[in-house]
């Protein structure tokens, strides 16, 4: 099931649930009633070409918006209802009182694949594929990212498995976090280049995830990098801190 659905779900079974005779806690309740209520933020889709994009970045995802045509492929959004649904939801339920009310702090935060001006940081963007529990994600590194002179940082590398793998998690398994990340560097990756890194559901078992990824040039022909990692599904009812 998406997530999206999943969480409207949920929602509905925690606002229904007083009829059931359980009363769900209150952080749950505040945060299904926040999902059905009005509010609106508009937020500009990072996930769309913009002129720092090179013409390898453009192509692929061109040939990937047409692969959506027929539904097998689904392009996904920087900003949308479900990640909207999914942070709003998160921060009610997982995010302590204490933090919450820093109203300034959590105005200029921002996600940190996202924080960069246009070119200089990641631009990316994912589709996913739901039969094949697979997402794949086109990244041009740009040059605040560089590691070795002329290479991306390996830290660059695992921030951006980490988002590609933690979007395969969420779409499978709702709300969860990485707790393990294996990365193999094989090969360095030129700035500014464009690679695709393709990651997929290996097993799900209770509350863990497997998740592997491996990191191709858009020719297939270099294998830059492989990982394997470890996502949890998040426990309402234990605090995170
Ligand atoms: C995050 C959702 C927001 C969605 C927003 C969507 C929009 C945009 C997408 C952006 C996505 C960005 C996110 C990028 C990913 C991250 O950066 S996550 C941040 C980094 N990770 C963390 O900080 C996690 C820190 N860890 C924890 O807080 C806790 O471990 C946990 C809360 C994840 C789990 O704790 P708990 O609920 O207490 O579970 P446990 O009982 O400890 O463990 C459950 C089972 O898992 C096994 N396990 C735990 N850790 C490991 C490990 N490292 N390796 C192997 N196994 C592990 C544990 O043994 C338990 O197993 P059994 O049940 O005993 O078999």
Known sequence: MFPACAVRLRALHILRAPRGGVLPPAGERRAA???FSSEKVIHKDRSLPNSSWNSDLKLMFDQFM???EDGSWEHLPSYGSRSSQIVQYFKEVFLETKLRKDEQM????RLFTRSYEDGLGFEY???HNEQEKRTVCFCQGGPYLQGPPGFLHGGSIATIIDETASMTAIIAGGIVMTV???INYKRPIPL????VINCQVDKIEGRKLFISCDVRSIDEKTLYSDATS???KLDPNKSLT
């Open 192 to 195: 500014c280049s464009v690679v």
């Open 125 to 127: 963007v994912m589709f």
């Open 66 to 68: 047409k692969k959506c």
């Open 180 to 182: 393990n990340l294996n």
């Open 33 to 35: 009633q926040k999902l």
């Open 106 to 109: 959590l105005s200029q935060a």
């Open 230 to 232: 470890l996502f949890i």
